[in-house]
């Protein structure tokens, strides 16, 4: 049984990963240090606290701040973020959620922030009893309409890093900051998808929340990082709203082994082998009907750049929606990063693939097209 891959034994079918970090995919590849790290744990007993304090050690070097946490994932990371700003260290508290009564409960957003990454940011708020504030519009917010939603109430203030965001018009962080610690409010950003692990925390945010399982390369986590006092309120919750969101000594041990990874990187090299499938891609692509491929930047300055495939229908016979689809129904399917098709383009990311994979994309793509 087990000489057969997994894909066999377990009916699944493999899929070309050409959309970046998505967790519809699996995400990212784990590390070998993460998975060594995690199977070595794995049939030991620890005490969790120990394991926990090793993890914010890491976390702490890694990030700069002052204390770290681990839960579940980003969105879970909201919820144990937005829970702490109400309640603080109060154990009474922590337990009583999401009874909310005589606790702060606003949660100040810009409009422009509050995306679908496959559930809404709201909705994280809301899970312990927080409740969303948006201020501004879909296309401009200014820095006084923050300031002036600020009252009693207020728990926190919630930035959002994410190419789904409104990427004009929105106050920058740093702003934010300003205003909101002016009136003695925490700043919460959700950083799921960022290389960057120290800028958001030097520009004064009180706790950054990262996905373990993007461009870590970790098991399923949410790194926050942060204050103390408010990363030991989010630990705390593990008390009340945190348990269901609670993560096994595995993925602890992951996220260590992928920090202690990422630490000691080629960050050069690993650009270098991108930025060579993506040379490979533009000329694979180049000459083919229909289609027009060209290099673009991250949009929220990720250390890399994706390839943008233009569809022109009357030429390649098809929409770049249907291109995508047509790809994602190969036997092995090849899935693109198609949020933008209906602009006529879709984006293919090489950061999950493996060599070679770039050849299979452009060939399925000239056949299709043809
Ligand atoms: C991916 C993503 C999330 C969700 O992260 P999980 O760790 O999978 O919960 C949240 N916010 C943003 C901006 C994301 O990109």
């Not at 496959?118 to 708020?125: A, F, N, R, Y």
């Not at 300003?178 to 290389?195: G, L």
């Not at 390649?316 to 383009?345: D, F, K, Q, S, Y």
Request: hydrophobic content about 40%; overall charge negative.
């Amino acid at each position: 049984m087990k000489n057969s891959s997994i894909f066999s034994r377990w009916n699944l079918r493999q899929v070309v990963n050409a959309s970046g970090t998505m967790t519809a995919l699996g995400a990212s590849r784990i590390v070998p240090e993460a998975q060594e790290a995690m199977t070595e744990i794995a049939g030991e007993f620890i005490h969790m606290d120990e394991l926990l304090d090793r993890a914010s050690d890491a976390i702490q070097r890694l990030t700069g701040a002052e204390a770290g946490f681990v839960t579940a994932s980003v969105s879970s990371g909201l919820v144990v973020a937005m829970a702490a700003c109400m309640t603080g260290a109060d154990r009474g508290r922590i337990m009583r959620l999401p009874d909310t009564e005589g606790l702060p409960t606003e949660a100040i957003i810009q409009v422009g922030h509050l995306v679908d990454y496959g559930t809404t940011v709201e909705l994280s708020l809301r899970l312990p009893g927080g409740k969303p504030v948006p201020v501004g519009s879909v296309s401009r917010t200014h820095d006084f309409q923050i300031e002036s939603a600020i009252n009693e109430r207020t728990a926190c203030v919630v930035y959002v890093v994410s190419h789904h965001t409104v990427q004009y018009g929105m106050v920058p962080l740093e702003r934010v900051v300003e205003v909101a610690h002016a009136r003695n409010i925490p700043v919460i950003v959700d950083a799921a998808s960022e290389y960057d692990l120290r800028g958001f925390l030097e520009k004064g945010a009180d706790i950054v929340i990262y996905s373990g399982h993007k461009f870590l390369g970790g098991p399923t986590s949410g790194m926050m990082a942060g204050r103390k006092d408010l990363i030991e309120a989010c630990r705390l919750q593990n008390l009340g709203v945190g348990r269901p969101m609670k993560i096994g000594k595995e993925s602890i041990a992951g996220l260590i082994g992928a920090l202690e990874a990422w630490e000691a990187r080629d960050h050069a090299g690993i650009r270098r082998d991108e930025d060579r499938r993506i040379d490979a891609i533009l000329e694979g692509l180049s000459g083919v009907k229909g289609i027009a491929a060209q290099k673009i930047p991250d949009p929220t300055n990720n250390p890399l750049d994706r390839v943008m495939v233009h569809v022109f229908p009357e030429k390649a016979g098809m929409t770049a929606t249907e291109l995508a689809e047509a790809l994602a129904n190969e036997p092995t399917p090849i899935v693109v990063r198609g949020h933008e098709a209906e602009l006529g383009h879709f984006l293919l990311d090489v950061c999950n693939m493996r060599d070679g994979e770039e050849t299979v994309v452009c060939e399925a793509i000239k056949r299709l097209v043809a």
